[in-house]
T-cell receptor, first 112, second 113 residues
């Protein structure tokens, strides 16, 4: 059972545009929602994270929007740059020793 | 730089063999976890170690086992390898009290023939 559903699977955005990746979760015990960025041949790197007590968090060009009632959250990348081309994973964490539950990933390509 | 290093970077094994993957995490990462990432998929949680004891496990069989050492290094052992075990194995350290914020190594790519 996939507990975190991520879409789209792949995304092409023009340089300077806005990239939007969406995730939905089922388990209401999740209380921490990070986004990871992974370049080819590298491990995932934490990009930005949010807790359900806020609806939005912004760090530079990256923003997480969180809708607790709909059990959905999304990543927005403003002014997308070719260097943002990577695979992005949303994840959810329920505390304790459960580990992170990851989505299947979105392969983002920013065209110059 | 995450402070997490893994070895080997690549290895090839045959079905039925055993493999040991190693991870070294920086001081302060008192929790280490291992993830399996199949090609084109998100990482899947294998297990977590805290103070040298396993304290959490995902949906993986007992032939996946591990160790954590006092110097924050860790091992993942997989017995009786199967073709489906072919994947990137990621080790992650986390800071005390911030268990959901993981610092991943670059992984060990295992191919089972």
């Amino acid at each position: 059972q996939q507990q975190v559903k991520q879409s789209p699977q792949s995304l092409i955005v023009q340089k300077g545009g806005i990239s939007i990746i969406n995730c939905a979760y089922e388990n209401t015990a999740f209380d921490y929602f990070p986004w990871y960025q992974q370049f080819p041949g590298k491990g995932p790197a934490l990009l930005i994270a949010i807790r359900p007590d806020v609806s939005e968090k912004k760090e530079g060009r990256f923003t997480i929007s969180f809708n607790k009632s709909a059990k959905q959250f999304s990543l927005h990348i403003m002014d997308s740059q070719p260097g943002d081309s990577a695979t992005y994973f949303c994840a959810a964490y329920g505390g304790g020793a459960d580990g992170l539950t990851f989505g299947k990933g979105t392969h983002l390509i920013i065209q110059p | 730089e995450t402070g997490v290093t893994q070895s080997p970077t690549h290895l090839i094994k045959t079905r039925g063999q055993q493999v040991t993957l190693r991870c070294s995490s920086q001081s302060g990462h008192n929790t280490v976890s291992w993830y399996q990432q199949a090609l084109g998929q998100g990482p899947q949680f294998i297990f977590q170690y805290y103070r040298e004891e396993e304290n959490g496990r995902g949906n993986f069989p007992p032939r996946f086992s591990g160790l954590q050492f006092p110097n924050y290094s860790s091992e993942l052992n997989v017995n009786a390898l199967e073709l489906d075990d072919s994947a990137l194995y990621l080790c992650a350290g986390s800071l005390a009290g911030v268990a959901g914020e993981l610092f991943f190594g670059e992984g060990s790519r295992l191919t089972v023939l």
